[in-house]
T-cell receptor
Framework: DTGVSQNPRHKITKRGQNVTFRCDPI?????LYWYRQTLGQGPEFLTY????????KSRLLSDRFSAERPKGSFSTLEIQRTEQGDSAMYLC??????????????FGPGTRLTVT | DQQVKQNSPSLSVQEGRISILNCDYT??????FLWYKKYPAEGPTFLIS?????DKNEDGRFTVFLNKSAKHLSLHIVPSQPGDSAVYFC??????????FGTGTSLTVIP
C-alpha cells in the first residue's frame, strides 16, 4: 500500500494525558498537512510542512500542540495535557513535489481521538 | 470565521439525474478551489479543482463552475450514480498554502 498511513487509527485517552500521532506520507511527497475534523465540520487546517520545514501554523494550533517532520518524511503531531475539546479526527495529507497550486492532496484515513 | 461555506447539509437525487452541489466563499484572494469526496471511515479523496483564472473545468461526469463575482462555485455530476453517494467538501487554497474546507454536503443518489 503506497498511500498515506496514520497511526494509531483510534486513541482514547484521559484528560490531561499527552498523545502523539504519526503520519507517513507517500514516499516522494515533500509537502505534508495536518488537519482536525469535528462532527459536522470540514477539515480545519492545523499546520503545513515542506520537507522538514514547518511553514504555516493555524491559530487553532495552541501551545499544547506541536508537530514535527524531522527528516522530511514521516511527521508526528503531539498534543500535551489533552482536553475534552481536543476530541476529533486528525487527518494528514500529502502533496508531491511536482504538484503546483491546487494539486491533489492525498489524505490518510485519520486518527480518531477521544478524550474522556 | 467560516471562509468557505456549504449551506446545504444534504442533497438527494435520482440516479441518472444531475447533482448540483454549491459552495460560497468570502475571501477574494483564494487562488484555487477544489472538491473532495469522502466515504465513512476514509479520508477525503480529491475530485476536481479549478484555478481562479478559469470559470469552468470538466473531468468526465464532474464539472466545476466558478463565479468569482458572486464568490460562488458549484460541482455538477452528470449522470449521478449510486456510487456517488458520499459527503462532498469544497475547499479553497490561499497563497500561504492553507486549504480552507466547507462543512460538507451529504449526497444520496437514489437508485
Amino acid at each position: 500500500d503506497t498511500g498515506v498511513s496514520q497511526n494509531p487509527r483510534h486513541k482514547i485517552t484521559k484528560r490531561g494525558q499527552n498523545v502523539t500521532f504519526r503520519c507517513d506520507p507517500i514516499s516522494e511527497h515533500n509537502r505534508l498537512y495536518w488537519y482536525r475534523q469535528t462532527l459536522g465540520q470540514g477539515p480545519e487546517f492545523l499546520t503545513y510542512f515542506q520537507n522538514e520545514a514547518q511553514l504555516e501554523k493555524s491559530r487553532l494550533l495552541s501551545d499544547r500542540f506541536s508537530a514535527e517532520r524531522p527528516k522530511g518524511s514521516f511527521s508526528t503531531l503531539e498534543i500535551q495535557r489533552t482536553e475534552q475539546g481536543d476530541s476529533a479526527m486528525y487527518l494528514c495529507a500529502s502533496i508531491g513535489l511536482a504538484g503546483g497550486p491546487g494539486s491533489e492532496q492525498y489524505f490518510g484515513p485519520g486518527t480518531r481521538l477521544t478524550v474522556t | 470565521d467560516q471562509q468557505v461555506k456549504q449551506n446545504s447539509p444534504s442533497l438527494s437525487v435520482q440516479e441518472g439525474r444531475i447533482s448540483i452541489l454549491n459552495c460560497d466563499y468570502t475571501n477574494s484572494m483564494f487562488d484555487y478551489f477544489l472538491w473532495y469526496k469522502k466515504y465513512p471511515a476514509e479520508g477525503p479523496t480529491f475530485l476536481i479543482s479549478i484555478s481562479s483564472i478559469k470559470d469552468k473545468n470538466e473531468d468526465g461526469r464532474f464539472t466545476v463552475f466558478l463565479n468569482k463575482s458572486a464568490k460562488h462555485l458549484s460541482l455538477h455530476i452528470v449522470p449521478s450514480q449510486p456510487g456517488d453517494s458520499a459527503v462532498y467538501f469544497c475547499a479553497a487554497l490561499n497563497t500561504g498554502n492553507q486549504f480552507y474546507f466547507g462543512t460538507g454536503t451529504s449526497l444520496t443518489v437514489i437508485p
